[in-house]
C-alpha cells in the first residue's frame, strides 16, 4: 500500500522497543550527565599540573579510583572534565559536517548537469583522500589567533562531511523521481522551493540516523588528533589524557589505569552512538523493521 | 459421480492477521471452471480477487489463513501435503502474475526462466530437451526464439508479458490464472495478449481464470464472469449478459465506468459510483454495497444478503432480486 | 472560440549531439494542437508515441527542439520568471494521486503549496477550503490535517486536482487521470472535470491512452502515433467514423466494440529514434498491408512521401492519410492557427 510514514508516536515507540538503541540512549544520557555536572563531581583545580593532590602514577585507590598521573591529579577527574571536551567537540563538529554534507548531497542530486557533477567529484575527492594527513595539515594550517578548540571542531566538521553528502545525494536521486517533485515544478516552484519543501524533509531521517554515527566519528578524530599533539593543550580531553599519558611514559611505567580509563570511556561513549544510530535507522525506516530482532 | 471438474472453489475464506486485527479478504467465494472454460472474476482492488487467485495455489503470504475447499480435478489444494503442492503447481495449474517487470529476474535470461519450472517439475528431462520446449513456447506465444537468450529489460512491456504466459505454459497444466495480465499494456498489445489466451484456451483446451478490474475485457473473453465485491462474489452469470444488463447495481455500476463507445447515453456522461470501496476492517452491516448504492431501502442496511438465483444460469446477491425495483 | 492554448509546429526530442552514435529521439515530431476556452480535449496515443513528452512540454517542463508554445495567443518565454508566471495559469494533474503527493505534508500543505510559491494574496485557509470543495472533498476543513495515506485513491485524486484549483488557472493538463484509479471512482474524477468545465469555464487538455475516457468527456480527441498527431477532430466524428487506419485499428480492437472485426496490429510501437520515412504509419498500416492503399493508387506515396503536419484546431477534423482525400490539404490549418502551410518535415 502506501509508503508508511513514521510520526514521533510510532517512531518513539517502535525505537523504545529496541533494545540496543535504548541501551546506547541510556549511556548517552549518562555521559550528558556527567558532562553538564562535571564541576559538581569533580573539583576543576585538580586538572592544574601544579595542584597534583596524589602521588604520581599511582594505582587505583580509594582516595583515587581511576589512579593519578605523573604529576599526581586525579585521572577520574580529568575523564569527567574531559567528557566535557570530548563531547562538545564531538557534537560541534557532527553539526557542521551534516550542515555541510546535507547541503552538499541535496545539491549535488537535485542539480543536473555541470554543477551537480562538480559537488559530486567534490564529495568524491574528500572521500578518497586520506582523512588524518588532511586533517594534521588543516589543523597546523589554523591561524594561531582562532582557539584551538574551535580550530578542532572546524577540522573535523570539514573533513567528515562526505560520506553523509553521498547517502544523502543518493536519497535525493531516488526522491526526485517521484512525481511529487514533478508536480512542484508545474506548479512554479523554483530550485530552494523543492530542496526545502519536498526533498529535505525526506532526507531528514537519514540525516538524523547519520548523525550519531557521525558523532561517534567525530569524537574518535577529535581523541586522535589530539593524541598527536594536535588538541588543545589548556583543555583536558580524552585524547589529550591519552596524549599525555603516551608523553608520561605510561606504557613503559606500567600505569595501565593511566590509558585504560580515558580509553574505556571512549570505546563506550563511540559505541552508544552506534547503538542509537543503527536504533534510529531501523525505527525511521520502514523497509529494515522486519529485520528487528 | 461424473468426473471432478478442472477446478471448484466452494466457501473460500481468507484472512488476513495484521497488527491492526484481523482482515477478512475472502469471505465466502464460489467458484468453478471447467477444461475449455474461461472464468472471469471482476472487481476493483481490495475486494479480494487477488486474494482469490493465490488461495487457489496456496501462494498466500505468510499471516494469511485460507478455509474452504479448493478442489483441482477433485483434490483439495489446501489439504495438499508440501510436496503434492509442489508438483501441483505449474504442472496442474499455473499463475500469470501482473507486473511483468517485477515477476521476472533481470538478471536471468529470459531462456533460464522458462526451463526452470521444466527441469523442476519434470524429472527425465534434459536441460538440451527443455531448451527445445522452451523456444517451442516462445514462439507459440508469438516471441522470436532467439529472444531465449535476452535479459527481461531487453524486452518490451508486451512481450515480457507474452513470456510470462510461456513460462506458465511450461508444464502444460490444465489451468491458468491471470491476475490482471493486461493491465498497464497499451490497447492494442493488450489486445494481442488477449487474442493469445484466447487462442490457448480453444487450442489446448485449457481451463482460463482471468481476474480483471475491467468488466468489458472480462464480458468480451470470458464465457462466464464473476463479479466480486467486499470479499463476496455479488453477481455471477455468463460474460456477454452480465456486462448489458446486469442485475447487482454494483455490476451495473462496474460495467458502465467502461463506456461503449458510440453510445449516445455516455457521451459527456462519465458513470461512476459515489464512495469508495470498503475497508475490509470495518466492513458495513447488512449488503456491504447499501452506502453506495442508489437502489438501497431499509433492509439493506441489516441483511446480509448471500447469492441467490436471478435469472436462469445467473445468480445475484440483492435484496430487490423478485421484487420489480431490480428493474433499471 | 478563443484558443488558450496551443502547440505551433512544436518539436521535442532528447539525445543527439551529446551522444553520439545514437540517434536522436524525436519524441514529439511536428505537433499543431490548440485548445480553446472551455474546451476539453483528449490525447490519445499508445505508450511511447510522445503524448506525455507534448503534455510536459506544454506545461513548459521540456524545452522544445523548434516551435512554440502559446498561452493566450503569446509564444511561452523560457527564462525562470516568464514560466513561474506561466505555471500559475497552467497546471498539471499527474496520473498517479499516491506518488503525486508528498507523503510528509498533509492535505492543506498540499493543496497550499502553489499559492506559496506564487505568494498569493488573500486569506490562505479560504482559498483552501473553496479548492477543496471545488474538487469534491466537503465539508474542506474535515480534510486539511489529513495525510494522504489516511485518504482513498479517489479521494488523493481530488487533492491534487484541488492543488490545480487553487490558483485559478485557465487551462489544465491532466496525465492519465483516472488510470491508476478504481473502475468505480474513475466516472466520479471525469464527472468532476466536467462539471469544473461547465462551472469555472475552465480548458482541459487529457492526455490518455483509453478512448472511453474520449468519448466520456472530450470534446475534440486528437490521435498520436510516433510524435505526430495522426487524426484530429470532434470526438463523435472521429471515433463514430475514424479517417485514419490506425485509429480505425484502436477502436476495433476495445473490447466492448460492437461489431466491428478486430484489427490487431502486430509488434509494438515502433521507435522514435528511427521513424519510418514515407508515412510514419506505413510499417503497420492495414490498409497498405491488404492492399487497399495499392488499389487507390497511392501506395507508392504511402511509402515515400511524407505528409503535412495535421492541424488539431476546432472545427477541423483531418486525417494524416494518403488515403483521405483531404490529407494534404493545409487550407483548414491556415484559417485555424493562423500559420502559413509549413512544407511537408523531411522524414
Known sequence: MTAAVATPGSFWRTFRRDREGMAGLVLLLLYTGVAVAAPLLADPAGLSRINGTGMPQSPPSLAYPFGTDEDGRSVLTMVIWGTRVSLIVGVAATVISMVIGTGVGIAAGHFRGAPGGLLNRLTEWFLVIPYLPLAIVLATVFPPAVPKIIAIIIVIGVTSWSSTARLVRAQTLSIEGRPYLERARALGGGHWHQMRRHVLPNVMPLVLANTTLTASIAILAETTLSFLGLGDSQRVSWGVILDQAYQGGAVSNHSWWWILFPGLSLVVVVLAFNLCGRALERALDPRLRGATR | MSTPKLLEVEDLRVTYRTAGGDLPAVRGVHLTVDKGQTLGVAGESGCGKTSVASAILRLLPPGARATGRVLLQGEDVLAMNWGRLRAVRWSAAAIVFQGAMHALNPVRTIGRQIVEPILLHERGVGARAARKRAAGLLEQVGVPSWRLRSYPHELSGGQRQRVMIAMALACAPDLIIADEPTTALDVMVQAQVLDLLRGLVRERGLGLVLISHDLAVLADVCDRVAVMYAGRVVEEGPGHRLFTDAVHPYARALAAAFPTIGDPASRLAPHGLPGDPPDPRGLPTGCPFHPRCAAAVERCRTEDVLLRPAAPDRSAACVHIGTEAVAP | ?347
Not at chain 3, 468519448?215 to 495522426?230: E, F, H, K, S
Request: proline share 8%; aromatic share 4%.
Open chain 3, 1 to 347: 472560440m478563443s484558443e488558450v492554448l496551443a502547440a505551433v509546429d512544436l518539436h521535442v526530442g532528447f539525445g543527439g549531439r551529446r551522444r553520439r552514435g545514437a540517434p536522436p529521439i524525436r519524441a514529439v515530431d511536428g505537433v499543431d494542437l490548440s485548445v480553446a476556452k472551455g474546451e476539453i480535449v483528449a490525447l490519445a496515443g499508445e505508450s511511447g508515441c510522445g503524448k506525455t513528452t507534448l503534455a510536459r512540454a506544454l506545461l513548459g517542463l521540456e524545452r522544445p527542439w523548434r516551435g512554440e508554445v502559446r498561452h493566450q495567443g503569446v509564444p511561452l518565454g523560457y527564462s525562470s520568471r516568464a514560466l513561474k508566471a506561466y505555471r500559475r495559469r497552467v497546471q498539471l494533474v499527474l496520473q498517479d494521486p499516491t506518488g503525486a503527493l508528498n507523503p510528509r505534508h498533509t492535505v492543506y500543505e498540499a493543496v497550499a503549496e502553489g499559492l506559496r510559491i506564487h505568494r498569493v494574496p488573500g486569506e490562505e485557509k479560504e482559498q483552501v477550503a473553496r479548492a477543496l470543495s471545488l474538487a469534491g472533498l466537503r465539508p474542506a476543513e474535515r480534510f486539511f490535517r489529513r495525510y494522504p495515506h489516511e485518504l482513498s485513491g479517489g479521494q488523493r485524486q481530488r487533492v491534487v486536482i484541488a492543488g490545480a484549483l487553487v490558483l485559478n488557472p485557465d487551462v489544465i493538463v491532466a496525465d492519465e487521470p483516472v488510470s491508476s484509479l478504481d473502475a468505480s471512482v474513475r466516472g466520479e474524477i471525469l464527472a468532476l472535470l466536467l462539471s469544473l468545465r461547465a462551472e469555472l469555464g475552465l480548458s482541459v487538455l487529457v492526455v490518455t491512452h483509453d478512448l472511453g475516457l474520449a468519448w466520456n468527456i472530450a470534446d475534440r480527441l486528437a490521435v498520436m502515433y510516433l510524435g505526430r498527431i495522426v487524426e484530429a477532430g470532434p470526438t463523435e466524428k472521429v471515433l463514430g467514423a475514424p479517417r485514419h487506419p490506425y485509429t480505425e485499428a484502436l477502436l476495433s480492437v476495445l473490447p466492448e466494440a460492437p461489431n466491428r472485426a478486430p484489427v490487431i496490429l502486430a509488434g509494438e510501437t515502433p521507435d522514435p529514434s528511427r521513424i519510418p520515412g514515407g508515412c510514419r504509419f506505413h510499417p503497420r498500416c492495414p490498409a497498405l498491408a491488404m492492399g487497399i492503399a495499392d488499389r487507390a493508387g497511392v501506395a507508392g506515396r504511402c511509402v515515400g512521401e511524407p505528409l503535412p503536419v495535421v492541424a488539431a484546431g476546432p472545427q477541423t477534423w483531418s486525417a494524416a492519410c494518403h488515403l483521405r482525400p483531404d490529407a494534404g490539404v493545409p487550407a483548414t490549418r491556415v484559417e485555424v492557427s493562423g500559420v502559413a502551410a509549413r512544407e511537408p518535415q523531411k522524414g
